[in-house]
């Protein structure tokens, strides 16, 4: 056994629709997570930790033990949005590690899309955050894409990235997306009209929302559910399909302060401790899940996480270089991503499923043997408070 063979994702589940009729959050939730168990070949006896992000309101953890039956000897609601479920499958493995668990329930449901939330670039920051350290930013309204743009524009400023750059993320998640049949379905539920390949020119002529971003910068809003199962090494011998070993983790928090680098994420902090802790370099990434609610997150991520350099991020995706079947850089957001697959709005959990797809062998834009996965999720909002969770899968 190496190091990091203690704790490994065994079981997954996605919810294949990406506008869902006739069932609440709740339904979908314990749908995927029966079905995960299933794909474990686990039952929900041998549940005994329990992880739950509240995005079904408060006291979302005593109630997802009720709802699901069980009585677990771990309940952690750790809510730090789309990056919740990286932050739980770090603790999951603490917990595996110190004994108190042997198998982690994830779960998630939403219908953001359904509901007509306002999430994505409808959000208001002020609508959705109350604390003593916004009273600089509620007064003046800002929409959550706003953030992005500011600091999109930023980065332009300061490192010369263009518009045409930022549209290369969109351009490779769109082909990856229409290679899974569940993304192309989805974008035609969702009501968007044009559902194949895009061109840079396709992305710089879509409307204009916050300058510099367009439309198809931006991730879609749809509705979605997901599970993930994780067990420790005394466990897995038992599961049904090849394990997802939990190589490294890393949970860091960002937020603005005065002299403050609007280019700069927390994942400067938890990319280095997941490397760190896995004993890998970026360079040795197979597969990258980067969080990609507006195509400026994962460009500063990549930088941030260490892939390219600050200021690189826009030749580094440039020109197909993030594509699975490229021989160069790690194969970025294979099953479509936020911005052409889905988004129910906190995503982590599926940058986790795809993943241990890739380890499995079982993408729809597989990439050959890949020996390590990385999943990073971004929660909050860059420019300000927001936190960074990566996780490393290894084969």
Not at 24 to 33: F, L, M, T, Y
């Amino acid at each position: 056994m190496t190091s990091h063979e203690d704790a490994a994702i065994v079981g997954i589940y996605e919810y294949p629709s990406r506008v869902i009729e006739g069932k609440s959050p709740w339904d979908i939730k314990a749908e995927c997570a029966r079905l995960a168990l299933e794909d474990a070949g686990l039952g929900w006896q041998d549940v005994d930790a329990l992880y739950d992000a509240g995005e079904n309101g408060m006291g979302a953890g005593f109630t997802a033990a009720e709802y699901f039956g069980l009585h677990p000897k771990v309940m952690d609601t750790t809510a730090v949005g789309g990056s919740s479920f990286e932050f739980h499958t770090a603790h999951a493995r603490r917990a595996i590690r110190e004994g108190k668990a042997n198998v982690a329930l994830l779960t998630y449901g939403s219908i953001s899309r359904s509901q007509s939330n306002a999430i994505g670039t409808g959000g208001r920051v002020s609508e959705r955050v109350s604390n003593p350290v916004n009273n600089m930013e509620n007064p003046w309204g800002l929409v959550l894409v706003g953030n992005y743009a500011m600091a999109a524009r930023r980065h332009m400023y300061q490192y010369g990235t263009t518009p045409e750059q930022l549209a290369e993320v969109a351009v490779t998640t769109r082909y990856h997306a229409t290679r899974n049949p569940d993304a192309v379905n989805g974008l035609s539920a969702l009501g968007i009209r044009h559902t194949g390949e895009l061109s840079v020119d396709d992305v710089l002529s879509s409307k204009m929302v916050a300058d510099p971003l367009h439309v198809l910068d931006c991730c879609l809003i749809s509705d979605g559910g997901g599970a993930v199962v994780i067990a420790g090494s005394g466990i897995v011998p038992s599961t049904r399909r090849q394990p997802a070993w939990i190589a490294g983790t890393g949970e860091a928090i960002g937020y603005r302060e005065n002299e403050s680098d609007l280019t700069l994420t927390a994942a400067t902090v938890s990319g280095a401790q997941a490397f760190g802790e896995a004993a890998i370099r970026p360079d040795d990434i197979d597969v990258a899940m980067i969080y990609d609610s507006f195509t400026i997150t994962v460009l500063m991520t990549l930088e941030d996480l260490g892939f390219c350099k600050k200021g690189e991020g826009g030749s580094y995706v440039a020109n197909g270089y993030l594509r699975y079947d490229h021989p160069g850089g790690p194969a970025l957001n294979t099953d479509g991503g936020g911005l052409s697959s889905n988004h129910p709005g906190m995503r982590g959990i599926f940058l986790l499923i795809e993943a241990v797809r890739q380890i499995r062998g079982e993408s729809t834009s597989q990439v050959d043997s890949p020996a390590y996965c990385l999943a990073h999720g971004n929660g909050g909002w860059l420019t300000s408070r927001h936190a960074s969770g990566t996780v490393i899968l290894a084969r």
